[in-house]
């Protein structure tokens, strides 16, 4: 697979993440201030991770996984 090619599929699936996690957060009745307190990470991180603007990188996936399992308790 050519790199270009890698880097579509990367994209489409972080898009993807992106709106499962907001989708997975809303379902949860949980909004991003009480996530961001339960949590201790920002809520200006989890605003981002849930648009296009930010990007996730690798230290996020933590983050990103101490959240899934706050909200799927």
Not at 19 to 48: D, H, M, P, W, Y
């Amino acid at each position: 697979m050519k790199r270009r090619e890698r880097s579509k599929k990367l994209i489409k699936l972080m898009r993807e993440a992106k709106a499962e996690f907001a989708k997975t957060r809303r379902n949860a009745g949980v909004t991003q201030v009480e996530l961001s307190k339960a949590t201790g990470i920002s809520q200006q991180s989890i605003s981002g991770w849930e648009t296009e603007t930010e990007t996730v990188s690798v230290p996020d996936v933590a983050q990103w996984r101490l959240c899934m399992l706050f909200l799927n308790e």
